[in-house]
């Protein structure tokens, strides 16, 4: 089944710097790459997701990148505010693939993002 | 105008009681889950359901069992409750090929 490794658990930066959150996948057949915030006490929200027909996806100060033969995909969050500071999860999965556990989403662990004034 | 709601939102139970969870969209969507978030904040798939079939059944216990009256509901029904199942239980829901929305969360404290 897909295995999704999260990188790094932790990051600490400071107000108007950037920041970047790493994931990689197993299954070559996830197609579906969605990112989560989780404040704290709340639900993961959707912030940004990607498909595997793009490589890159921008909104605002977030974007994403993908690198489907290296089976790597990213976040990026530019200039960074205090309210950033969350818990980010990345996933991946094959929606609409039934059957299987193929369309399951399998999350990363988690980065903690700190942004310090 | 919530999209996933749940009830309740905390649930402090002794061990060996049933419990349930439920769980409400009113997006219209196909499929809905259920996931487990341990202390460690890690999200764990539990359950899916779709059009009111079970489609994908992770290795969780017998005791936990998910139940469907409609597209709308997921409830979830725990039986014989152990420490270990203390946790923050979250449902969601998406279209097919969509995004998942998750619902605010139940706090489940097992004594």
């Known amino acids: 089944g897909e295995n999704v490794e999260q990188h790094p658990s932790t990051l600490s930066v400071q107000e108007g710097d950037s920041a970047v959150i790493k994931c990689t996948y197993s299954?070559?057949?996830?197609?579906?790459f969605p990112w989560y915030k989780q404040e704290l006490g709340k639900r993961p929200q959707l912030i940004i997701d990607?498909?595997?027909?793009?490589g890159e996806k921008k909104d605002q100060r977030i974007a994403v990148t993908l690198n489907k033969t290296a089976k790597h995909f990213s976040l990026h969050i530019t200039e960074t505010q205090p309210e950033d500071s969350a818990v980010y999860f990345c996933?991946?999965?094959?929606?609409?693939?039934?059957?299987?556990?193929?369309?399951?989403?399998?999350f990363g662990k988690g980065t903690k993002l700190s942004v310090k004034p | 105008d919530t999209a996933v709601s749940q009830t309740p939102k905390y649930l402090v139970t002794q061990m060996g009681n049933d419990k349930s969870i439920k769980c409400e969209q009113n997006?219209?969507?196909?499929?809905m889950y259920w996931y487990k978030q341990d202390s460690k904040k890690f999200l764990k798939i539990m359950f899916s359901?779709?059009?009111?079939?079970?489609?994908i059944n992770e290795t969780v216990p017998n005791r936990f069992s998910p139940k469907s009256p409609d597209k709308a509901h997921l409830n979830l029904h725990i039986n014989s409750l152990e420490l270990g199942d203390s946790a923050v239980y979250f449902c969601?829901?998406?279209?097919?090929?969509?995004?998942?929305?998750f619902g605010p969360g139940t706090r489940l404290l097992v004594l």
């Open positions: 969601a829901s998406s279209q097919v090929t969509g995004s998942q929305y």
């Open positions: 299954d070559s057949a996830s197609n579906y």
């Open positions: 990607i498909r595997s027909n793009v």
């Open positions: 996933a991946a999965g094959n929606p609409g693939n039934y059957g299987g556990s193929q369309g399951n989403l399998i």
């Open positions: 997006l219209g969507h196909d499929t």
């Open positions: 359901y779709n059009n009111k079939e079970l489609i």
